[in-house]
C-alpha cells in the first residue's frame, strides 16, 4: 500500500486547511487511515483517525470540533478537514494505514504504513 499526503500549507491562524491523503495499492487490506503530526522539537502524535467503511472516526481532544475527517470512496482518499486554525497546529502532518482491526487508533505503532508527510504552518 503506498500514501500520498497532500495540501499543507501557510495558513493565518483561524483560517482553515484541507488535507488529503490518497492510498493506492492493496486498499482492500486497509482497516483504517489515521492521521498523525510532528511540531519541532516534539513527538509524534495522533490527531484523528477513521475506519475503511467511514462509520467510526475519533479525534484527539485539541482538535476536536475544529477538524474533521472523511473518506471518499471513489477516490480511495482520506480528508481531513482543519478548521479555526491556531498557530500550535503548526506541524508536519503525516498519514498512516492501518491493516489489523487489533491494537487502538492512537498509536504511530498501531499502523503499517506511513505518507510522506505535509507541512501546515499557522501564523498568529
Known amino acids: 500500500v503506498q500514501l500520498q499526503a497532500y495540501g499543507g500549507g501557510l495558513v493565518q491562524a483561524g483560517g482553515s486547511l484541507r488535507l488529503s491523503c490518497a492510498a493506492s495499492?492493496?486498499?482492500?487490506?486497509?482497516?483504517?487511515v489515521g492521521w498523525f503530526r510532528q511540531a519541532p522539537g516534539k513527538e509524534r502524535e495522533f490527531v484523528a483517525a477513521?475506519?475503511?467503511?467511514?462509520?467510526?472516526?475519533r479525534y484527539t481532544d485539541s482538535v476536536k470540533g475544529r477538524f474533521t475527517i472523511s473518506r471518499d470512496n471513489a477516490k480511495i482518499t482520506v480528508h481531513l478537514q482543519m478548521g479555526s486554525l491556531k498557530p500550535e497546529d503548526t506541524a508536519v502532518y503525516y498519514c498512516?494505514?492501518?491493516?489489523?482491526?487489533?491494537?487502538?487508533?492512537?498509536?504511530?505503532?498501531?499502523?503499517?504504513?506511513w505518507g510522506r508527510g505535509t507541512l501546515v504552518t499557522v501564523s498568529s
Open positions: 498512516a494505514l492501518k491493516t489489523l482491526p487489533s491494537g487502538t487508533y492512537y498509536y504511530a505503532t498501531d499502523y503499517d504504513y
Open positions: 477513521i475506519n475503511w467503511s467511514g462509520s467510526s472516526t
Open positions: 495499492g492493496r486498499t482492500f487490506s486497509v482497516y483504517a
